[in-house]
């Protein structure tokens, strides 16, 4: 449950978040004051930011209109402002900027029109890229094939981002499937198989690398069997014949979720498909109530979370995102998976992190670090350019390619939450999260930050003006 008094203790005033919640919900000012139990006069002067919101008056909102309090704290306006400030920095809109005050009125007014208008943004950015490559596809080329998978991507993430990547169908069929198949069983891999063959007539084999080449899974539906690589460790293993049984068990409720969405494409609708049942899988392992109650006492123990629910480091930082279910909520936690080019493959945000948008992240973040020491869990306390404090863990996964002489593919996976959340994490364990003087700075990446004395800038930021002086050489060769 997120404590109603740490946050209006610093005085929360949130007008433009108030005024929108009340114009979603179609009331006017009387009869939204009514339902509060407060006067009319007195919800205008909060909408007019005159007036902070009280805890009294925060929990009635909280129970009234059965919202998140962390959204009036401004978790997703921040988000959308850090992808207006990414948008606005684009050199096309260098004779008409915009000041952060403005786009922080922008996101504050409408957090939906700024996705808007970053996805209008990422069009934009995807036709420059058609343009340039309109040569290759003219000899033959499937650059255009490419392009729209990558923005089908994004559209999921849009998607997955505003739904606050809970959906809490696939979790109840979940938690129903786990109580039913995995009671009777000490391995999820051996409930989920039974629970194939008897329910499905589907067997399941482990089948060589040699047969399965570079395919993980395959389902042979005319002879009624899932074929697993051997390659695939027991975790991975277990997810992948959930991931299945979603497709037999789930389709109707995924199909539900994808008509409500409203998306047009059948490219995107498959890309949900196939994350919708990732989802499931992991929820069938990962059960929220006993997940979450077993991180809450255990303080979010990522390495005890995965052995006792048999699923892999990666699968527990995954689902450690989901656990948004009002009334019952866990941390808010982002997570960020990067290759060790720096190249960002799965990211998501919650408690108000920074990410680009269109972009890498700051060399400064030790998610780069882990690479060092493969394995090993570190810590470190940052700080974004506006004040903003996070507790952050990082630490490398890999998957066995096996076979003398074939590298693994490595990642880092990195995750956190608000510093004020640390105390309940033993990752915080030895570390005074109080004092910031411990924190690094940071920021969302080199493109847009606008810190002076970084010694590991790789580009100057485009909000400055390049100061060159061939006399000087400091410790960043971008001054500004």
Not at 30 to 43: F, Q, V, W
Not at 234 to 256: C, D, H, K, M
């Amino acid at each position: 449950m997120v404590d109603s008094g740490r946050l209006v203790e610093k005085k929360l005033f949130a007008g433009a978040r108030v005024r929108r919640l009340r114009r979603e919900q179609r009331l006017t000012q009387a009869a939204m004051a009514e339902a509060l139990g407060i006067s009319t006069s007195y919800l205008n002067l909060i909408e007019r930011d005159q007036r902070p919101i009280s805890a009294q008056i925060l929990l009635q909102l909280v129970d009234v209109f059965d919202i998140d309090p962390r959204g009036l704290a401004g978790d997703e306006e921040a988000r959308a402002q850090t992808q207006l400030h990414e948008v606005f920095s684009d050199p096309m809109f260098r004779d008409t900027p915009l000041s952060k005050a403005e786009l922080k009125d922008l996101a504050a007014a409408s957090p939906a029109a700024a996705d808007a208008v970053a996805r209008l943004y990422q069009e934009m950015l995807q036709s420059r890229a058609s343009n340039a490559l309109l040569a290759e596809q003219l000899e033959g080329s499937d650059a255009s094939e490419t392009q729209g998978a990558g923005m089908a991507l994004d559209e999921v993430r849009d998607f997955i981002v505003a739904q606050n990547n809970y959906f809490p169908v696939l979790d109840e069929e979940a938690e129903t499937l786990h109580e039913a198949v995995m009671a009777e069983y000490d391995e999820p891999y051996l409930a989920l198989r039974a629970r194939l063959e008897q329910r499905h007539n589907v067997k399941t084999r482990i089948a060589p690398v040699e047969v399965m080449d570079n395919t993980l899974r395959r389902y042979d539906r005319h002879r009624q069997t899932i074929f697993l690589s051997e390659l695939l460790d027991q975790p991975g293993r277990s997810f992948q014949l959930a991931y299945q049984l979603a497709y037999f068990e789930q389709i109707p409720n995924i199909e539900t979720i994808l008509v409500s969405s409203g998306m047009a494409s059948e490219e995107v609708r498959t890309v949900a498909r196939i994350s919708l049942a990732n989802y499931f899988a992991a929820a069938a392992l990962m059960p929220y109530e006993a997940f979450l109650k077993t991180a809450t006492a255990n303080q979010y123990d990522i390495t005890l979370l995965a052995r006792r629910f048999g699923t892999s480091f990666e699968q527990v930082c995954h689902r450690l995102t989901t656990l948004q279910r009002p009334g019952a909520r866990g941390i808010p936690f982002f997570l960020i998976r990067v290759d060790n080019a720096g190249n960002i493959s799965k990211r998501f945000s919650a408690g108000g992190f920074h990410f680009a948008r269109f972009g890498g992240t700051c060399p400064r973040w030790h998610v780069h670090d882990a690479f060092r020491i493969p394995g090993q869990i570190n810590t470190q306390t940052v700080q974004m350019e506006d004040g903003t404090r996070y507790l952050s863990i990082a630490r490398t996964v890999s998957r066995d390619n096996s076979g003398f002489g074939v590298p693994d593919n490595q990642f880092a996976i990195a995750m956190g939450c608000e510093i004020k959340h640390a105390d309940k994490l033993i990752y915080a364990r030895g570390m005074n999260t109080q004092n910031p003087t411990g924190d690094t700075p940071i920021g969302v990446n080199c493109r847009l930050c606008e810190r002076r004395d970084c010694n590991q800038r790789a580009t100057p930021s485009i909000h400055r003006a390049l100061r060159l002086d061939e006399h000087v050489r400091g410790l960043s060769p971008f001054d500004f």
